[in-house]
């Protein structure tokens, strides 16, 4: 990482006298959200103190090594920490000395799909009695929504437990994208602030003043409001990557090309382009947490969420169908064959492999008899994959991946795999077979370099033809691939676009 990498997230022109304004901030989980807050807020101009109970966290930031990887954060911290003005501390005294707002961002998921609140609680607990009677406390931690209804309660108890008024309480959702965060944090699209308990209104003043840096709509709901924005907008987002899997699926059956489609569509402004984009479907620690959650909750009222049931049930099929795509590729059977697994992040530009589809390809694999050779860019990826699935052999290189495979499938779409030469590696593979899970590539090129290449709603090894010859054709492809769905496999022929 450069420093000009950080320039180029450099905040909003503040002027010196807002500059030397800068208050006094305590940031509590120095995670994902947290530590990208603290040096975002530093940078700003004031004077953050974040808080972890990791100490090996602590010490890693002390010596300047960042505990995840996100473009632009190891620059930030570094200028920020030289200056004093951010600082990384155990002590809760170190973190409400003074602070005008402790925001909170521990975290909430239990690792295995559901809701974890106990490690808040705690939080609130330890922190909530010895803040200063004019801190306002700030949640930026994702929570389910019984916890918000109980939270100004909650914090009211662990205050009226220690003797001391009220405190303003606030919710201030995250909306930063892993591997843009510091751009996103620096210059949002809306900032959202939920007011759970703020009489006096000085706690909604005092985030306002904060964010008056960054320019953008502050909108102030209600702190329910507030936490389904953020969920509203999350949801959405899976529905529409589930939306473009199911539209490549009748691209496939009915012979159109499902990155035409799209981009026809995306000149439409109540549709526009992003994330409709068909693959391996989402990952990471937000979407397919939030749609699990919210579905369970859901059903825990009474309601059918049809629509987040379907939307969760196309993504759990898409792995599964990048498998059959290879399966079919290499002639049926997978036993013994070497496949490169390209790409370990749920993303490109992080090394966060929370949920990640790799690990999902790649269990799979391993399960039908293939050799797994990954590669990801990020040295923490791989570490973190090996020690969560050890069957899994780790290349160093994307070369050393892909040199004596039969197929390779890319499942993060990393501008290493984009960019590359894939007509020289064609020639260190056994076989070019190779299934394209992002659709990030070329289908006519990878043809042209040697390849036999599959993908998600676009005809094979980039030919035009090929595709069910009658409308009849392609309804009955889809009731026999729709007869599979309950285990998430689909029959190849309707992938492909070949006649049934
Ligand atoms: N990662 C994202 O992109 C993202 C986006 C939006 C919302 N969120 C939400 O933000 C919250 C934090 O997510 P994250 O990904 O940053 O989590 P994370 O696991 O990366 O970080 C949490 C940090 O909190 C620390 N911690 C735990 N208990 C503590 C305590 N009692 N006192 C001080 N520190 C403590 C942990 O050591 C860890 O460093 C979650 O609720 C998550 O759902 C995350």
New binding site residues.
Partial sequence: MTSGESRSFAAPDLGQKERRQGVRIGV????????VTSACLAEWGHTVVG????DQ?LLSLAQGRM??HEPGLEALVASNSSTGRLQFSSRIADLVEGAELVFV?????DGNGGWQTE??R??LA??VPKLDDDTTLVI????PPDFIRGLPSLVQAFRDEAGRPPIALLLN??????GS?IRDFMDPERVVIGVADDPTGNGEESLKRLYGAARAPILVLSAMDAAFA?LGSNLFLATKISFANELARLCDAFGANVERVVSAMAYDSRIGGAFLRPGVGFG???LP?QLAMTVRDARVTGMEPALLEAVDQINRRQSPRLVELLTELCGGALDGRRIALLGLAFKPNTD?IRAAPSLTVASLLIERGARVVAYDPMPQARERAVALLPQIEMAQTLREAVTGADAAALVTEWREFVEADWASLRLQMRAGLFVDGRNALSPERMARDGFHYASFGRPRDGAQGAFPTTTEDAFRTLATTAGNSHDGLVGATALTGAPP
């Avoid at 808080?51 to 990791?54: I, T, Y």
């Fill in positions: 509590v989980g120095i995670g994902y959200v947290g530590l808080l972890d109970v990791d966290r505990p995840f961002a521990v975290g909430t998921h490690t808040v705690a939080c330890a922190v930026r931690s994702t929570l959702p995250e909306f930063t994208r892993e965060a953020k990471g620690s937000c947490h966060d």
